[in-house]
């Protein structure tokens, strides 16, 4: 059973991304390790197409992320290119066997976070 993220995104519509308990799981562990935390997806190539976690004072966002929503108290950003995109996509935070991106607080866990995707109805 996936964790519905809250609040809202920007823009005021309903949350985009959720979490599954092995997410959830990892993401406590790298929580209890470096303090709060924030994921960002930009949609570039090889690293930017998964989901990283940050310590919240090591990434600044840039004026165009779109805040998908939260998961706990762990927000979601995504490109504003890439929520062109996929602004009809519910997006699933799971983890998968493998290394996190160079960045990423996931690398060196032998587990990484991974985003699935579901198409939303629209209207």
Same mark, same amino acid.
């Given at each position: 059973?996936? $964790? *519905? ?21 990892? !993401? ?6 470096? /303090?709060?935390? !924030? ?5 570039? =190539? =090889? ?13 600044? !966002?840039?004026?165009?992320?779109? +805040?998908? /929503? &939260? ?10 290119? *890439? ?7 519910? !997006? &699933? ?11 990423? +607080?996931?690398? /060196?866990?032998?587990?990484?976070? +991974?985003? $699935?995707?579901?198409? =939303? $109805?629209? /209207?």
């Amino acid at each position: 059973m996936a $964790r *519905q993220a809250s609040p809202e995104p920007t823009g005021g519509t309903r949350s985009l991304v959720r979490a599954t308990p092995a997410a959830i799981a990892l !993401l406590d562990e790298i929580i209890a390790e470096h /303090g709060p935390v !924030l994921f960002h997806q930009s949609g570039g =190539c =090889c690293d930017g197409s998964s989901p990283m976690c940050y310590a919240r004072g090591d990434f600044i !966002l840039g004026d165009r992320d779109v +805040l998908l /929503g &939260t998961i706990g108290e762990t927000p979601f950003y995504i490109g504003a290119a *890439q929520y062109e995109a996929w602004k009809h996509t519910a !997006l &699933t935070i799971d983890v998968v066997p493998g290394r996190g991106g160079m960045f990423s +607080l996931d690398n /060196g866990r032998e587990r990484r976070f +991974l985003v $699935r995707s579901d198409i =939303c $109805r629209i /209207g």
